[in-house]
């Protein structure tokens, strides 16, 4: 029943973008560029840290690292067919076709917003909302299912949990 939701979400988010030109194009471009601009801020906000000899420096490496690691080991032990490759669809985006799960954009977009929100709210806040904007894009141009995004989305929550319950932070 959940894989059947999780298809039809998908298939609705799917044709909705590749009916609608502009709604598609943005899409790509989301999802093509995203990783640059979290990669970009991240940098600069860790070369900021660095610079002022943050204590938030440590935590704010390691986290994403740990993120990082597990949304790629996971795939070694369970490797999932993207839809747009399951169902034999167009992806508007070029991505291979297995290792759906979890969905590293989407982990390490959320995690590195969430590192930001322990520096800067305002940034961290406008970071997240994209982050989310970025999740949605993934399954809007064929490549992850609804479960990846929320899978990689559970893996940061319970790695930022763990965070802030030990002295990491």
């Not at 600069?44 to 597990?70: C, E, H, S, T």
């Not at 970071?127 to 989310?132: G, K, L, N, Q």
Request: hydrophobic letters at 55%; aromatic letters at 12%; glycine letters at 2%.
């Amino acid at each position: 029943m959940l894989k059947k939701i999780d298809q039809k979400i998908f298939f609705v988010l799917y044709y909705f973008t590749v009916s609608h030109e502009m709604i598609s194009e943005l899409a790509v471009f989301i999802t093509k560029f995203s990783s640059k601009f979290f990669s970009v801020i991240y940098f600069a906000v860790g070369g900021w840290l660095i610079y002022n000899k943050d204590a938030r420096l440590k935590a704010f490496i390691l986290i994403p690292a740990a993120v990082y690691l597990i949304v790629k080991v996971i795939p070694t032990l369970y490797n999932r067919q993207r839809p747009f490759a399951e169902f034999k669809l167009k992806s508007l985006v070029e991505q291979r076709e297995d290792h759906s799960f979890p969905s590293t954009h989407t982990a390490s977009s959320l995690i590195i917003s969430l590192a930001v929100l322990n520096i800067s709210l305002e940034l961290g806040i406008l970071m997240t909302i994209m982050a989310v904007i970025t999740a949605l894009t993934r399954i809007m141009v064929g490549v992850h299912y609804p479960s990846d995004i929320i899978g990689s989305i559970i893996i940061v929550l319970t790695v930022k949990i763990i965070e802030i319950n030990t002295s990491i932070a």
